[in-house]
């Protein structure tokens, strides 16, 4: 049985946007989670606060990693909602030279 997918690339388009606007919102929350954590240090100094800093920081990489992909499927969402345009016009376009 063949699947159908039903998206039109507005759709997509508007997913990515969507994707896009999460993506910024992810990103500053870590950044005030950082920021939040060196301020700490003014307050509070000890090895256990280095700890906390250092444990908070090796969580860096992972935070950067999926705000780069969130950012890199909306790239992905608005170049299929291209391709689908693309396509459809195509077609349109062979639609229109079939004879009768």
């Known amino acids: 049985m063949a699947r159908t997918i039903q998206v039109t690339p507005e759709q997509l388009e508007s997913t990515a946007g969507r994707i896009e606007g999460l993506a910024a919102d992810y990103k500053t929350q870590y950044d005030a989670l950082y920021n939040e ?11 256990d606060n280095t700890a906390f800093v250092d444990q908070i ?27 689908y345009r693309d396509t459809q016009d195509t077609v349109v376009s062979e639609a229109r030279k079939l004879s009768n």
């Open 37 to 47: 954590t060196n301020a700490m240090a003014s307050t509070w100094n000890g090895k």
């Open 57 to 83: 920081a090796g969580f860096k990489d992972d935070f950067e990693k999926m705000h780069t992909l969130m950012l890199n499927y909306a790239d992905f969402l608005r170049k299929s909602a291209k391709a």
